[in-house]
């Protein structure tokens, strides 16, 4: 049986934590698992979640690392394929946690988990924690503990009224930058660019932030701020800073482009967009 911190059986688990939640419509099916598109994350309830980081199970997370320090965090995790790219490229004492919302998505990234431990050591300090981060995050990760906070590809949640489920929102930008270290980086990438507006508006508006890379990329195309009302117009030479940074750094490229969904949106020939701001 696989371990789940959620607290539930996952062998029973039709039952109990389904139903609990506020779930939407089943869409998608990977690999004989039915997965529901979306689960409220601002719903309470369906998840038993420790009381604050000491009381998290990390020997059942990461059962052959002896005091497991976790500095990159990957929110809304799905499928679990960044943290398998970036698990053999950070260094060694660095532990990665992912975390999912959704039970069959959660569940197939852990079973994938296992079969890769069965590999290599490497895959030893990943783990994913089957939660709402929205509403749990700080039940599990200490204040200024993270190198590196990542929102690859997030729900866009296009209706206006829906809008307060984001996940990158004026609320929570204070409370992530509360579980970043300073000079800890948060990283956003989207192919939607009305996301990217609003995570630019928001990260902008939040004292705590300082932007050190914003990438578009339209087929292939790297522009600098492609936004209508302000700034430098569409057509724009890219912004040699952010180039820079994105030619440096090894998450700025996993994020963007790395991720299941980038993967996917790269084979689409998609717009992607990447915000990365630093704690100040
Ligand atoms: C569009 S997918 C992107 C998955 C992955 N980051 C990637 O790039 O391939 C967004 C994921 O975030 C998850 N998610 C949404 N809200 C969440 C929350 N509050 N807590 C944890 N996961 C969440 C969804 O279930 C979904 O798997």
């Known amino acids: 049986m696989i371990p789940d911190h959620s607290g539930e059986d ?8 389904e139903e609990a939640e506020n779930v939407s419509y089943v869409t998608s099916k990977r690999s004989g698992y039915v997965s529901r598109a979306h689960r409220n994350p601002l719903a309470i309830g369906g998840f038993r979640v420790p009381l604050g980081p000491p009381w998290v199970p990390w020997t059942e997370l990461y059962p052959k690392i002896a005091h497991p320090q976790v500095r990159i965090v990957d929110v809304g995790s799905g499928y679990g394929g960044l943290l398998f790219y970036l698990a053999t490229r950070v260094p060694t004492n660095h532990c990665l946690l992912g975390m999912e919302i959704r039970t069959a998505v959660w569940r197939l990234a852990q079973e994938k988990l296992l079969q890769q431990r069965a590999l290599s050591r490497a895959y030893e300090r990943v783990a994913f924690l089957h939660t709402n981060a929205q509403r749990y995050l700080w039940n599990y990760i200490d204040r200024a503990s993270l190198d590196v906070l990542i929102f690859a590809y997030p729900d866009p949640h296009f209706k206006r009224k829906k ?49 050190k890379c914003r990438l578009v990329e339209r087929h292939g195309k790297s522009r600098f701020n492609p936004r209508m009302t302000e700034g430098p117009s569409i057509g724009q030479e890219a912004d040699p800073l952010s180039l820079q940074f994105f030619a440096n750094d090894l998450y700025a490229a996993a994020v963007r482009d790395w991720t299941d969904e980038g993967q996917r949106v790269s084979r689409m020939q998609g717009d992607k967009f990447l915000l990365v701001y630093e704690k100040r």
């Open 10 to 17: 996952i062998q029973n688990r039709s039952t109990v934590s």
């Open 163 to 211: 809008h307060r489920q984001r996940i990158v929102s004026r609320m929570l930008l204070p409370l992530y930058g509360y579980l970043l270290r300073r000079g800890g980086r948060l990283y956003a990438s989207t192919d939607v660019e009305a996301l990217y507006e609003w995570m630019y508006d928001r990260l902008e508006e939040c004292p705590l932030f300082e932007c």
